[in-house]
């Protein structure tokens, strides 16, 4: 499977300030995708990320809060902007092989917690 | 729209006997289905899916898993659990037609020696 590195692990941030959260695949991936999971809870789909279009956001999340990059086939980035607590949460970088199946592997995440 | 429900928060099983996590689904076409398990403080790892075939899927450390279309089930199975397989469970699917995946809430298992 394809190896998933997100940096940074984990972070404390203060409210009103952005985090951008890098994900980088060791092999060319079409589709890479964002997720959250907030504290005690299952993980929801933040936005599915294509190399050369825009990033196609899920229900109740929009661009402007979590603008993302994919400037090519195995690199991402997600920023999560203006802060509050309630961003808290793990956020997980996902892709999926096709001739593996169509199975998505997850990176390790990026804890983030906000005053 | 596909949904996947686990109906148990919390399972318990001593070391060496079975371990059973539920999971029932919901998609408008044919499903695929999958199982990840997620350490403390780690991403969540692949154990098996099911994509078509036979109805008992083989996965990584022992587990395996039974389609059941009629029941619209996808149950986790371990003849003989280990200490070392407590952790939270989640079962997701996607419909065949689409690549967006959806997951359970989670069930975490803990296996007492």
């Known amino acids: 499977s394809a190896v998933i590195s997100q940096k940074p692990s984990r972070d404390i941030c203060q409210r009103g300030t952005s985090l951008t959260i890098q994900c980088q695949v060791d092999?060319?991936?079409?589709?890479m995708f964002w997720y959250r999971q907030q504290p005690g809870q299952s993980l929801t789909l933040i936005a599915t990320a294509n190399q050369g279009s825009e990033a196609t956001y899920e229900s109740g999340f929009v661009i402007d809060k979590f603008p993302i990059s994919r400037p090519n086939l195995t690199f991402s980035t997600l920023t999560v902007s203006n802060m509050s607590p309630e961003d808290s949460s793990i956020y997980l970088c996902s892709v999926e092989e096709e001739e593996r199946g169509n199975i998505q592997y997850f990176g390790a995440g990026t804890r983030l917690s906000v005053l | 729209a596909q949904s996947v429900a686990q109906p148990e928060d919390q399972v318990n099983v001593a070391e060496g006997n079975p371990l059973t996590v539920k999971c029932t689904y919901s998609v408008s076409g044919n499903p695929y289905l999958f199982w990840y398990v997620q350490y403390p403080n780690r991403g969540l790892q692949f154990l098996l899916k099911?994509?078509?075939?036979?109805?008992l899927v083989k996965g990584s450390y022992g587990f395996e898993a039974e389609f059941n279309k009629s029941q619209t089930s996808f149950h986790l199975k371990k003849p003989s659990a280990l200490v070392s397989d407590s952790a939270l469970y989640f079962c997701a699917v996607r419909d065949v037609n689409d690549y967006k995946l959806s997951f359970g809430a989670g069930t975490t298992v803990t296996v007492r020696a």
């Open positions: 099911y994509i078509t075939g036979d109805n």
């Open positions: 092999s060319q991936v079409t589709m």
